[in-house]
């Protein structure tokens, strides 16, 4: 089947009991048994497994190209889960160009702990990057990345990571799945922020994981019970709503970003435009490789950090907020907000860079109102 099609079915047969089409919310911590030992289709506690979650899990599976899928209270508790493959002493390479959020947990939390982390730019993923990897344990990349819009191909650092002995894992929660596959690249595991596109309306929190490695599987499903990190029924259920409605929402997210890239584009009170789907951004022709289409992010440059702030709080239709991927448009300058966390590191996020999740309001609404803005 389809993509379009899986998004709606896979994981999600009508109800047994009563034949009802949408999975119902399974609200419940514990589950009667049979006998001692002898659980009904296997629940026994929903921190192990729930019927909602185990929904949400096997669509994701299916949607990613995986063969296992765990769901998490959000994205950094999938990244916490997927950081329990490494110990003290092991070495993680990552993408310099990196979350905020993913920066401090390595650098706050898994750094003092004894985990060594090297930074790799995007540049260098681009050329001979094995001699950086020597040694590594997990290489964490994201393509495009977070918020410079970076691009890397997957495959190749697949190819460096998996001679080097290591695990690639890919943050695709910029792209979604609907746009780029990792472990259909070479990718070992894969992680979402379900917040973003996967929800799609900005009303949850909640993360994902997968898989087609059975070995990373039964240890992800172990860290999944143990750490306890998991995503609740209600959250799950949501999530299932969201990928309903995923491919259509994310090709009005890419239509509305080209429209907005091209505004930009010729303003000139902008500086650079950072977005894959313009044809002199370096990581276009990667991009077009891998990707189906390039995306509902933008990140663009003005002058000054003065008039980055200004420039936020003069929009009316775009929300100045954090986070991404809803259906409304949001706009932030990341070196204040999302990236703060960076702000003491040698790859600091540039202070004056602003940064936009394309909703799927009219394009014309959206340019008009930057417009404003910028005048």
Not at 194 to 215: E, F, P, Q, R
Not at 247 to 261: D, F, I, K, L, T
């Amino acid at each position: 089947m389809q993509f379009d099609t899986r998004a709606i079915h896979d994981g999600q047969e009508p109800d047994p009991s009563t034949g009802a089409v949408t999975v119902p919310i399974y609200q419940t911590s514990t589950y009667v048994q049979e006998e001692v030992g002898k659980l009904k289709d296997g629940y026994d506690y929903s921190r192990t497994a729930n019927p909602t979650r185990r929904a949400l899990e096997r669509c994701m599976a299916s949607l990613e190209g995986g063969s296992h899928g765990f769901a998490f209270a959000s994205g950094m508790a999938a990244t916490t889960t997927v950081m329990h493959l490494v110990d003290p002493g092991d070495t993680v390479v990552s993408v310099n160009d990196v979350y905020g959020g993913t920066y401090r947990l390595f650098s706050k939390v898994y750094e003092p702990k004894g985990v060594r982390f090297r930074y790799v730019s995007a540049d260098d993923f681009a050329g001979d990057v094995g001699p950086l990897l020597e040694g590594a344990r997990l290489v964490w990349l994201e393509s495009p990345t977070n918020p410079l819009l970076n691009v890397i191909d997957i495959r190749a650092a697949a190819d460096a990571a998996h001679a080097a002995g290591a695990l690639l894992v890919v943050d695709n929660t910029f792209a979604s799945p609907y746009l780029q596959r990792p472990l259909e690249l070479g990718a070992d595991i894969v992680v979402h922020s379900a917040t973003k596109y996967l929800g799609g309306h900005s009303d949850l929190v909640s993360g994902i994981a997968v898989t087609s490695d059975d070995g990373l599987a039964e240890r992800l499903g172990f860290l999944q019970n143990s750490l306890g990190a998991i995503a609740g029924p209600f959250d799950s259920w949501l999530v299932l709503r969201g990928l309903k409605t995923l491919p259509v929402r994310m090709r009005q997210h890419c239509e509305n970003a080209r429209a907005v890239a091209g505004f930009l584009g010729g303003h000139p009170s902008v500086e650079r435009v950072l977005f894959p789907g313009i044809p002199t951004h370096p990581g276009h022709e990667i991009a077009t490789q891998q990707m189906r289409d390039y995306g509902g992010m933008i990140s663009f440059l003005v002058d000054t950090p003065e008039h980055a702030v200004r420039l936020v709080a003069r929009t009316r239709v775009w929300s100045l907020a954090e986070s991404l991927g809803g259906v409304e448009s949001l706009i932030e300058t990341p070196a204040q907000m999302t990236h703060a966390s960076t702000a003491d590191a040698p790859f600091a996020t540039p202070p004056n860079l602003v940064r936009l999740s394309v909703g799927i309001e009219s394009a014309d609404d959206l340019v008009d109102d930057l417009d404003q803005a910028l005048a």
